[in-house]
């Protein structure tokens, strides 16, 4: 694998991460319990598109082949997708959904925190410019997983629940490959090793306030960020985001 | 005759935020730069958040306003490094916040005053808004919610 190649698949990886939870997080739109959760939601996910804007246009651009942000989102089908299992997954209740954000926050706020010292300056812009926004997403996640978890007995069992649904699909984002490791040598990825202890530093305070009780397994899903293997779920919802595309390939605004 | 820096700077001064439109594109800090490279103007522009839909509209608005004044080759650059801050906004643009109805930004985390009523009691309802940049709260004095503008 040469160094662009994988600088492609790496940038791909945290494009599709934004764009795949920002779609998913879009969904709630008109649906959330309360107007204010509503726009909260709305606006979480209109940060995570605009980010993807940016790393899936510098993606288009490191590839030189011509395709935009707009190509790479839409005109590509499931198995070309390379965004981790967790933020595919449907959004479930309330507390399902600021589970899978809070779980996904702590470790893209790590990762982000790293990739501001990239030895790539586009990177680096990149992630400083969403590192902002992205601190936002999680004092507002991990206060609602907190207060929804130290809530009552029912809200309390479905944060629970949500979060040992949800918990196999943690182990990925920590599992180094052939890309993650390309792009540490470069000097741009951390190490994710030690992403997940920080990761964990934060989680275990979270659950903790939260009155949760992390789950015993260390099992990991994987096949997202490869594209090895998407759970059903993806194609589903790209059967919804694409649609435009599909039915009238080319259109434009 | 090519007009100056400080015309143009004075020019984009009077173009209004498309969310906001008491405060200027000056006002809030995401103007960077002005330069002549050879006949056309470039104009350094740095998105509020990644996501704003007014960012487009933003750059329309500039070119319109430019072209207006006779300025035929405008070269509208994005800039996201450095990052844009709330520490950019202008005390005449902080100013006409408050006067509108939105409380201005706070390192302290949440507004000091209400925008309304002056008073202090106040709770915050959702930490976001009605755009991007702002949050919810509420005066428990004068009981009246208001935009409160996020500090970033």
């Not at chain 1, 945290?14 to 998913?24: A, C, E, F």
């Not at chain 1, 030189?64 to 989102?73: N, P, Q, V, W």
């Amino acid at each position: 694998m040469t160094d662009q190649s994988a600088l492609f698949e790496y940038l791909l990886r945290l494009g599709d991460n934004t764009l795949v939870l920002g779609h998913r997080v879009s969904e709630w739109c008109g649906h959330a319990p309360v107007l204010e959760e509503d726009i909260a939601l709305a606006n979480s996910a209109l940060d995570l598109i605009g980010q993807t804007q940016m790393w899936l246009g510098l993606a288009g651009e490191v590839e030189g082949a011509g395709r935009s942000a707009d190509d790479l989102a839409m005109l590509r089908d499931v198995w070309d997708f390379r965004n981790l299992l967790l933020v595919e997954q449907p959004n479930g209740d309330f507390g399902q959904t600021l589970m899978r954000q809070c779980l996904f926050d702590a470790f893209h706020l790590e990762l982000l925190t790293d990739l501001t010292r990239a030895s790539d300056d586009r990177i680096a812009a990149i992630a400083a410019k969403a590192l902002k926004e992205v601190t936002y997403h999680l004092d507002r996640s991990s206060e609602t997983v907190i207060g929804l978890s130290d809530g009552t007995e029912e809200s309390h069992r479905r944060m629970q629940a949500a979060l040992d649904l949800l918990w196999p699909y943690v182990g990925e984002m920590f599992t180094p490959d052939a890309v993650d490791n390309a792009m540490h040598a470069a000097g741009i990825a951390p190490d994710l090793t030690a992403l997940r202890t920080r990761f964990d530093t934060r989680i275990d305070a979270i659950l903790a306030e939260a009155t949760l009780t992390k789950p015993d397994s260390t099992y990991a899903q994987s096949g997202g960020k490869t594209g090895f293997r998407h759970s059903e779920h993806l194609g589903h919802m790209l059967t919804q985001m694409q649609w435009l595309q599909r039915a009238y390939p080319g259109a434009t605004w | 005759m090519t007009p100056d820096l400080p015309t143009i700077w004075h020019w984009l001064d009077e173009v209004p935020d498309p969310e906001i439109p008491v405060i200027s594109v000056v006002d809030l800090g995401i103007v960077r730069d002005v330069a002549w490279q050879g006949d056309t103007l470039e104009v350094a522009v740095t998105p509020t958040y990644s996501g704003c839909p007014a960012t487009s509209v933003i750059a329309m608005d500039i070119e319109t306003a430019l072209y207006d004044r006779g300025i035929r080759n405008v070269r509208i650059k994005t800039q996201i490094a450095p990052p844009w801050t709330t520490d950019w906004l202008s005390d005449k643009g902080r100013a006409k916040l408050a006067d509108y109805g939105i409380a201005p930004p706070s390192p302290a985390g949440g507004p000091d005053t209400c925008p309304r009523c002056g008073g202090t009691h106040l709770t915050r309802i959702s930490q976001f808004g009605s755009t991007p940049c702002k949050a919810h709260w509420r005066c428990d004095d004068c009981l009246e919610p208001f935009d409160y503008f996020k500090c970033i």
